[in-house]
């Protein structure tokens, strides 16, 4: 089965550790050259810049019109350096261009296609999930993929949850019933909040899916989530719209 197109956000944990950079940009490049996916979108997350504009922002009490276009832009400062990293990828701003490719691996800098559009609140509601999530509904996609440090949302005994729908996620919240304090495992790297609050929003709007996978395991979680048949132990949760 080959995948003609799939959108993946890589979280700013993983673009600040070396390490997991290089793991995860190996299981993009092995998906590639294996032709499992035609066409891979990076899209790189605002990272220890955005957290920085986070700060200043209660700090200093900006704008949030001001605070929100910074830390985009902080995503394609985050791509430019992304592509310094790894050559090989290609590098695109321009949605249309990017758009008409049919094979290819390449970085996404969402700043001028955003501001073109401004559809999405000014809110710290809507980070680069979201924004990953709106990227896959305007190029047509049926799903996005969040690659993080975590394996994906737990509940409060320290469980993985595979599937988890919009509603029963804002349900268990509610409850207490998600695990959202840092802990550290000796076998899994549990950390959450996992998601932002308005990718729930666009999940239920859309009806598209959104799978987090962990780019920071030693294990290729995500180039095994692709292999078919699925490996059974893999690892990863979706959350949907009932």
Same mark, same amino acid.
């Not at 700043?111 to 680069?128: A, F, G, I, N």
């Not at 924004?131 to 799903?143: D, N, R, T, V, W």
């Not at 949850?161 to 550290?184: A, M, P, Q, W």
């Given at each position: 089965m080959v995948i003609s197109s799939a959108i993946f956000k890589i979280s700013g944990k993983i673009l600040d550790n070396s390490k997991d950079l290089i793991n995860t940009i190996a299981q993009f490049t092995q998906l590639f050259e294996d032709e499992i996916i035609k066409k891979i979108i990076l899209v790189p997350g605002g990272g220890t810049i955005a957290n920085f504009v986070r700060n200043i922002y209660r700090e200093f009490q900006l704008n949030d019109n001001l605070a929100h276009w910074i830390a985009i832009y902080s995503m394609d400062y985050n791509g430019l350096e992304l592509k310094k990293k790894f050559p090989h990828l290609q590098i695109y701003k321009d949605y249309e261009k990017l758009q008409k490719e049919?094979?290819?691996?390449?970085? +996404?800098? /969402?700043?001028?296609?955003?501001?073109?559009?401004?559809? &999405?609140?000014?809110?710290?509601?809507?980070?680069?999930?979201?924004?990953?999530?709106? @990227?896959? =509904?305007? +190029?047509?996609?049926?799903?996005?993929?969040?690659?993080?440090?975590?394996?994906?949302?737990?509940?409060?005994?320290?469980? &993985?949850?595979?599937?988890?729908?919009?509603?029963?996620?804002?349900?268990?919240?509610?409850?207490?019933?998600?695990?959202?304090?840092?802990?550290?495992?000796?076998?899994?790297?549990?950390?959450?909040?996992?998601?932002? /609050?308005? @990718?729930?929003?666009?999940?239920?709007?859309?009806? =598209?899916?959104?799978i987090i996978l962990n780019g920071t395991h030693p294990s290729p979680r995500i180039f095994n989530y692709f292999q078919i048949p699925r490996i059974q132990d893999n690892v990863f949760t979706k959350l949907y719209s009932i």
């Open positions: 049919s094979k290819l691996i390449s970085i +996404f800098l /969402p700043y001028k296609y955003l501001k073109s559009k401004d559809e &999405l609140p000014h809110t710290w509601d809507v980070t680069s999930d979201s924004i990953a999530l709106y @990227l896959a =509904i305007k +190029f047509g996609l049926s799903e996005c993929f969040l690659i993080k440090d975590v394996d994906g949302i737990f509940n409060s005994n320290q469980n &993985l949850i595979k599937e988890i729908s919009t509603v029963e996620f804002r349900r268990f919240k509610n409850e207490g019933k998600l695990r959202e304090n840092d802990l550290v495992d000796l076998d899994l790297k549990v950390k959450t909040k996992p998601i932002d /609050p308005y @990718l729930l929003t666009l999940i239920d709007n859309y009806r =598209i899916p959104c």
